[in-house]
């Protein structure tokens, strides 16, 4: 698979979010070698503390597979994924996890604690972390620099 073409697919999204003033992260899930379900950060617009970018793509991809087993899939997000996050990834049997830059402060996949690759749960997900590390961090920095400033 091509990592930086899917996660260019998830900065996309990510740069939707920005624009409707959410947190700017993005997620796609590919199946098969195509895109079958992708979100953006909406936890203001909907007014949800779960519509995390990650779980909006789940919710997507099962409804499109008709399984909540997601297995055999990639989901590409541009940011580490939270607690919440990483735990459903295990729940929906993703098969590997591509994210971007790390979340030193909550991240449960590699920075803070690893939710994903726990050998105590009977699923375990493959991680690639770094793809497009910097553009995906810059993002980020840029939302909340506007913020601060603004």
């Not at 909406?42 to 399984?67: C, M, N, Q, Y």
């Not at 790390?102 to 749960?121: C, K």
Request: hydrophobic residues 45%.
């Amino acid at each position: 698979m091509d990592h930086h073409f899917y996660m260019g697919e998830a900065l996309d999204e990510a740069r939707k979010a920005f624009d409707l003033g959410e947190v700017p992260i993005g997620a796609v899930i590919v199946a098969g070698g195509e895109i079958i379900a992708r979100a953006g950060n909406r936890r203001e617009t909907l007014a949800d503390p779960t519509a995390h970018a990650e779980i909006i793509a789940l919710r997507a991809a099962a409804r499109v597979r008709g399984d909540w087993r997601l297995t055999g899939a990639t989901l590409y997000v541009t940011l580490e994924p939270c607690p919440m996050c990483a735990g459903a990834l295990v729940q929906a049997r993703i098969r590997q996890l591509v994210y971007g830059a790390p979340d030193l402060r909550s991240g449960a996949v590699d920075s803070v604690v690893n939710l994903v690759e726990n050998p105590h749960f009977d699923h375990q997900v493959e991680v690639i972390p770094g793809i497009r590390e910097e553009e995906c961090r810059e993002l980020i920095k840029k939302f909340f620099q506007m913020r601060r400033d603004g």
